[in-house]
């Protein structure tokens, strides 16, 4: 096969998958996230596809480890959230090195942001890689919503016909897969035993060395600045929508006075608030993600509060010339519930949040953010009539 | 986890010591170190720890682990309120 042969190859995995017509989100109700199967997507195979291996039952792709521009360029568009869903890689057995039938297999996700890290990561080692199809979700994520879950294992292996590649029956999983996968019915359902590997990547070529050890840190999450930032761009697009709606309304409550509506104060009190809305966006989306471990409190309402309030005042110190009392009030207000509900909102990007726990936070802050937020509305639409 | 704690007192996880048969796994698959396993038998070393993930409830053989599992994320709890049904999340990150 030559190379045109085997992107045929990869391609055509696509349209069985379509054939076989495996069965959406429906199990895990309303899905928000790439609910369909990885069929007619953008392919990204000439990133990474350098060949092929011989196998007992025919030619398997084979992967490089070499992250190029494309690589990096495609990993920035989706952590600003542009097409992210159809990231992906087509789902199916891969060969990395030069893997035999006792290499290991490393199984992942279609995500390919996800699969160019373990390509990566896994370099120099001889290894198979069976990639699921995720719907093109990463491991923690996926195995949150079931899609990498104990049956897509199952389908993953059987498809593959792993079986007859190697001879060995054990399956090397992510750790993270585990909320999504239970180990011993994989090895009821398709004979195939489950060692969870490391949460990172990175570890994979130690645990291997260890003889499939993890050592205490392979095996806990972290969550260093770098890995809070790199989530702020995804936060910052996904409020823009809401934050176009707010900051549309703003306007409109500007212009609301003495004169009942004036276009002229619409557009001046309107960019005012519109600024202030921005400045609680960033507070919340991007300043208490990075300042996390800093920031006081143990809630996420708290600290992006906290953040929020200090802006705020820098801001009030700033213009206390020209602030009237009532103004700088609402912006106090205003900033700091803003930034208190967007902060909120970056539990869903931790790894150590618990759903009861956020359940909890919510019920007693969101009153306390949309009270806020009245007041300062309040008090800065009063204020226009009290000059 | 190291300079990340949560609230306290809110995670459901349980463990029924009787049924757990000190397989290990839940202490492998858990990446807040919430299990430790001794002597046969594992025990909640740090119960706050726990974000409710389930891998450990899935994972036990023996079915001595219950929790009530999720993603805990503000966005999913509200399109759960909002829509009547299960929270879930358009897995930010």
């Known amino acids: 096969m030559d190379g045109n042969g085997i992107r045929t190859f990869v391609r055509d995995r696509y349209a069985d998958i379509a054939r076989e017509g495996t069965s959406c989100c429906a199990a895990t109700s309303s899905c928000g996230c790439g609910g369909t199967p990885s069929k007619g997507l953008p392919l990204y195979e000439d990133t990474f596809l350098d060949g092929q291996v011989e196998t007992p039952i025919g030619p398997v792709p084979h992967v490089h480890s070499r992250i190029g521009r494309q690589d990096i360029l495609g990993r920035w568009r989706v952590r600003w959230g542009i097409g992210r869903d159809r990231y992906r890689v087509a789902p199916g057995l891969y060969a990395l090195g030069a893997p035999d039938g006792s290499a290991p297999v490393l199984v992942t996700a279609n995500y390919k942001m996800t699969f160019d890290i373990v390509r990566r990561d896994a370099s120099g080692l001889d290894a198979w890689i069976l990639v699921l199809d995720t719907r093109g979700v990463n491991v923690w994520c996926a195995a949150g919503e079931g899609t990498f879950g104990t049956e897509e294992v199952i389908r993953g292996v059987t498809r593959a016909r792993l079986s007859e590649v190697v001879r060995h029956r054990r399956l090397i999983l992510p750790q993270l897969a585990a909320p999504g996968v239970a180990a011993h019915e994989v090895r009821k359902g398709c004979g195939f035993s489950v060692v969870y590997g490391p949460v990172r990547a990175r570890d994979i070529r130690a645990f291997l060395e260890a003889g499939m050890k993890a050592s205490p840190s392979m095996r806990t999450v972290v969550f260093p600045t770098t890995d809070r930032l790199v989530l702020t761009p995804i936060e910052i697009t996904g409020s823009l929508r809401p934050a176009g709606w707010s900051a549309a309304g703003l306007f409109l409550l500007a212009g609301v006075g003495p004169g009942i509506f004036s276009p002229g104060a619409a557009w001046e009190r309107g960019l005012a608030a519109a600024a202030a809305l921005a400045a609680g966006i960033l507070s919340g989306a991007v300043a208490t993600p990075v300042l996390l471990p800093w920031l006081p409190g143990r809630s996420f309402s708290v600290k992006g509060g906290i953040a929020g309030g200090v802006l705020a005042a820098c801001a009030v110190m700033w213009r206390r010339g020209s602030l009237e009392a009532s103004a700088a009030l609402a912006l106090l207000l205003a900033v700091t519930a803003v930034s208190s509900f967007v902060a909120m909102n970056f539990t869903g990007a931790t790894p150590f949040t618990s759903p009861s726990g956020v359940e909890k936070e919510m019920r007693r802050a969101l009153p306390v953010q949309a009270g806020m937020a009245v007041l300062a509305g309040l008090l800065w639409v009063g204020g226009a009539f009290y000059r | ?93």
């Open chain 2, 1 to 93: 986890m190291e300079g990340f704690r949560y609230m306290d007192g809110v995670a459901t996880l349980r463990l029924d010591v009787a049924a757990c048969t000190g397989c290990g796994m839940c202490g492998e698959v858990c990446p807040h170190g919430v299990f430790a396993v001794a002597e046969g038998k594992a025990r909640i070393l740090d119960g706050d720890a726990c974000m409710e993930c389930g891998g450990c409830a899935l994972n036990c053989p023996a079915k001595a682990i219950s929790v009530n599992p999720g993603v805990g994320c503000a966005a999913a709890i509200m399109n759960g309120w909002f829509s009547g049904s299960k929270p879930s999340c358009g897995c930010g990150g």
